[in-house]
């Protein structure tokens, strides 16, 4: 699953239970740290399904008219009953069941009574009789209303047509049919539909046959599944456009050619070709990386217009938000890249997560930080220009600011309750977990690790497979002297950034390095930094015309090397080389000072990226003054490179918002304008990016940021005229799409809110609820989300609270309403109709909550109010008590940061 709390610009928006009557498999305290958690016995009180029945085979035979308020279905289960058994536990959640029995092996028909024993989810079968060991049969007829919040079977409205989608992981699919709905059971699916004969309907495989039947419906029955589990089970449902594009043609791993469909809502299937057009590629360089045919018979992509998720994976029908498959034959730069990140990283997981399965989630991060990972290499072979190579780095380097929360989690935590399956989906498996991929990979190279995962897709294709199957498998391919294992379990095993210390001594003629390490920790961290990694570091070193090389696994707390081949005293050295480390290091002062006079000449891109986070490493644990890297801003934004330009940005917006008063503030933002802007005019150059669409993509931050953080006068000036003749705002009220470069149109929107007079507002609703859209949606009410006017602020909470307004529209403007220029109008709302904010929309709504209000906090007083506000609230939403936890933590980091480093940054812009 592509979450897009993780995808989107965690640089920009910040970093950023139930438990009931569950209860872990037994205590940390006695159990091997990583290993998988047991199934639980046979009782009400426990969190897992218990062994002594197990599906082997489902049959499911659904009806679904998404234009009805409920669906209904017939399910039978194939069963293996190991033990004696007169409670068959499983997971049912809202269903209506009017009949449920057993079939024993003998063909006996055994009653049941169905019950829903906790509120998410786990249910049970009381037989009236004993059932020995024995094959058997669960029959189980039900009726469930259509979702509201986003997961399980739920229903969309668009105009007069309704729809009928599916969110199944991580435990939803229990809300559609009655199952065993943990990802270790895999089965075969015999599905079928029943809907309107005018509707389409679709699942995981292709239509084995239509029949006609009364009252003008019809049933869709579909081909045998491969071993799925539930929550890769998936159906759409409804009036949708179907776009049949060209077969993905035979390759070298299969001599088939495989159907490739586009799904969309009524009239918005034209809008997919590109997207299609560009499918075949991205599944090609995947079926090239795992030398494995795609797993499935078929391939649809669906554009889903109200998606919690980014995208979702299910097994040959990836659902996705329509924004990223909705663009026509033109999309900007910014949507391509989006797409092709998404979609390559769906693509990967019908190997990664599909083909092979985790058995329980505390292992998701195999599916997520692999694909996570894989997504920036196939992209980056699908076209170079885009530089996908370098997302993983900057993504790794975001996550470190939740890795470095004392309340982070592991990227492989212990999963007991429901909550924790949720919280599993963040950028700590995703980000971090690629990171460490990433890392892995350049410590085994390139070739020995792409054999080891091979072997290990290979070997338990269509199963299930653990980390320590992978570490087997990774450790056969790699050399005697690579400690796979070692490096593995200290990553995944324990939260937390490495922060390396490295010290240069010159002895005549031998070099030595003094390498130390601990726990990164910032500024008002009560975390404990006597921590040690098994890191792979690897160390470039030379002069002005020569540079070396050397890795090392550094193992202890404090460890010295020499440096081989080191002739004199290495005029510099960088350590972390081709920054594909995940750890933050820290230099002298004469050391930085030397990395800073090669920044542009000797230092790769990657590495340029990596000196720009650890001297915001230390602006942010307090080693280095603002002044230090305020003065390496010229040598930074000289880079060609967009992402060593951008690096900076997230910093020296914390020290706008956060450490200066407004006098100051204004200094600051002349001193960033007088840098900043020369090179984004510099970008109508050629050469002054590495490529075209760098170019596009760099001016897109840069205005972002010069018009929104440095407010820029004459920038701002024309982004707004630029926007109010995109809206036809006092002219002819139509969209001008000429008007605005569609990569700046949510900033041009925004600043136009914040400079116009509430006529532009209303405008603006206007346009909004008039447009099918998705991206131009998205931007509209991101952009409503920055009003000040008390009078258009209420206007817009009409709106966004209003059915016109779509559930993952709504999360996006909760999340931006206190910003600076209208915290002071929204809070009090927030806080006197925060129930209602939390029962509206998706549950991720409410369980993200309290960072999206929170994530604009800084003071002591500000996290008391967000206390006051969700301490009573957070436990009645799965997940959300980890939210909330780091919310406060990460306020409170930012408050110590704003007493410890604002005299710094005074002190320099009162001299500038």
């Not at 058997?136 to 986003?150: K, N």
């Not at 895999?186 to 509707?199: E, G, N």
């Not at 550094?554 to 020499?562: F, V």
Request: net charge negative; with cysteine.
């Amino acid at each position: 699953m592509n979450d897009w709390r993780v995808c989107r610009r965690v640089g920009y928006l910040g970093i950023m239970l139930f438990v009931g009557l569950l209860a872990a498999c037994g205590s940390e305290s006695d159990r091997v740290p990583g290993a998988d958690a047991q199934p639980a016995a046979a009782s009400a009180a426990r969190f897992r399904l218990p062994d002594t029945v197990r599906p082997e085979r489902y049959r499911l035979d659904l009806t679904i008219i998404p234009d009805t308020g409920s669906f209904s279905g017939h399910v039978e289960i194939d069963v293996e009953i190991t033990e004696p058994v007169d409670i068959i536990w499983l997971h049912g959640k809202d269903l209506d069941m009017a009949s449920a029995t057993v079939r024993r092996s003998d063909g006996e028909i055994v009653k049941a009574v169905y019950s829903e024993v906790t509120t998410d989810g786990m249910a049970r079968l009381d037989l009236l009789e004993k059932l020995d060991p024995q094959q058997a049969t669960l029959i189980l007829d039900y009726s469930a209303p259509f979702g509201t919040s986003l997961n399980g079977l739920y229903k969309v409205k668009v105009g007069d047509d309704s729809y009928g989608f599916t969110q199944f992981e991580s435990i939803y699919a229990r809300k559609a049919f009655p199952s065993f709905d943990e990802p270790r059971f895999k089965t075969p699916f015999d599905t079928s539909i029943t809907t309107r004969t005018a509707y389409g309907a679709f699942s995981n495989t292709l239509s084995t046959g239509e029949v006609g039947l009364d009252n003008d419906l019809k049933k869709v029955s579909y081909a045998t599944t491969r071993p799925l589990p539930t929550y890769l089970v998936a159906f759409a449902v409804g009036p949708l456009d179907v776009v049949d594009w060209d077969a993905i043609p035979p390759s070298a791993y299969r001599d088939r050619p495989i159907p490739l469909r586009g799904l969309a809502v009524r009239g918005q299937g034209k809008r997919m070709s590109w997207a299609l057009g560009n499918t075949a590629a991205l599944l090609g360089l995947l079926e090239d990386y795992f030398a494995i045919a795609y797993p499935y018979d078929k391939l649809d992509i669906v554009a889903v217009p109200d998606f919690a998720a980014g995208a979702m994976e299910n097994a040959g029908l990836i659902t996705y938000r329509e924004p990223l498959l909705l663009f026509g034959d033109q999309p900007s730069v910014n949507m391509q890249r989006r797409y092709v990140m998404t979609h390559a990283h769906e693509l990967s997981h019908q190997w990664f997560g599909n083909l092979v399965t985790m058995p329980w989630w505390d292992d998701i991060w195999l599916n997520e930080a692999f694909a996570s990972w894989i997504q920036a290499k196939v992209a980056d072979e699908w076209d170079p220009e885009y530089r996908f190579d370098r997302n993983t780095q900057a993504r790794a380097l975001n996550a470190m600011s939740a890795d470095s929360l004392i309340t982070a989690r592991q990227i492989r935590q212990p999963v007991n309750d429901s909550g924790d399956i949720v919280s599993a989906f963040d950028g700590i498996t995703y980000l971090k977990g690629a990171g460490v991929l990433q890392m892995i990979e350049r410590y085994l190279g390139k070739d020995s690790f792409r054999a080891g995962i091979r072997n290990y897709m290979r070997e338990h294709a269509f199963g299930s497979a653990t980390v320590y199957d992978l570490i087997a498998a990774l450790t056969a391919t790699a050399g005697k002297d690579r400690d796979v294992k070692g490096v593995f379990e200290s990553f995944l095993f324990q939260p937390g950034v490495p922060y390396v210390d490295v010290a240069v001594r010159c002895d005549g003629d031998e070099v030595t390095v003094d390498m130390g390490q601990e726990r990164y920790l910032p500024l008002g961290s009560a975390g404990d930094r006597n921590q040690v990694w098994n890191i792979p570091v690897c160390l470039a070193f030379g002069t002005a015309s020569e540079r070396q090389e050397v890795c090392v696994l550094l193992t202890e707390r404090k460890q010295t090397i020499s440096l081989p081949g080191a002739r004199q005293c290495p005029a510099w050295l960088m350590p972390n080389a081709g920054g594909a480390g995940y750890y933050r290091w820290n230099l002298d002062d004469d050391g930085m000072n030397a990395l800073r006079k090669v920044f542009n000449t000797s230092l790769d891109a990657q590495e340029r990226i990596s000196v720009v986070d650890s001297l915001t490493a230390g602006v942010n644990n307090g080693s280095i003054s603002i002044g230090t890297f305020v003065d390496m801003l010229p040598d930074i934004v000289a880079a060609k490179e967009r992402t060593v330009v951008t690096s900076p940005l997230g910093t020296y917006r914390r020290i706008l918002s956060k450490l200066l008063d407004d006098d100051l503030r204004q200094v600051a933002r002349n001193h960033a304008d007088a840098i900043f802007s020369p090179r984004l005019a510099s970008l109508d150059e050629p050469g002054a990016a590495e490529s075209e669409v760098e170019a596009v993509m760099l001016r897109r931050y840069l205005v972002n940021f010069l018009a929104l953080d440095v407010r820029s006068a004459d920038l701002r000036k024309s982004l707004a005229q630029a926007a109010r003749q995109y809206i036809g705002y006092q002219t002819d009220g139509a969209l001008h799409s000429d008007a605005l470069d569609p990569d700046v149109l949510t900033t041009a929107l925004t600043v136009a809110v914040q400079d116009s007079d509430d006529g532009f507002v209303e405008a603006l609703i206007v346009q909004f609820k008039a447009s099918t859209d998705q991206r131009l949606r998205q931007a509209m009410i991101s952009a409503l989300a920055h009003a000040s006017g008390p009078d258009a602020i209420q206007r817009i909470r009409h709106l966004a609270m209003s059915d016109a307004v779509r559930a993952n529209e709504r999360q996006t403007w909760l999340g931006a309403i206190l910003n600076d220029d209208s915290r002071a109008e929204n809070w009090p709302w927030v806080q006197e109709n925060l129930d209602m904010i939390l029962e509206t929309g998706s549950d991720r709504i409410a369980r993200d909550a309290p960072r999206s209000f929170g994530r604009w906090f800084c003071s002591d007083d500000e996290a008391a109010q967000l206390k006051a506000a969700f301490e009573d609230r957070v436990d009645e939403y799965i997940g959300s008590r980890r939210v909330y936890e780091q919310t406060l933590e990460s306020i409170g980091l930012c408050t110590a940061f704003r007493k410890a480093q604002s005299d710094s940054a005074r002190a320099y812009f009162s001299n500038r």
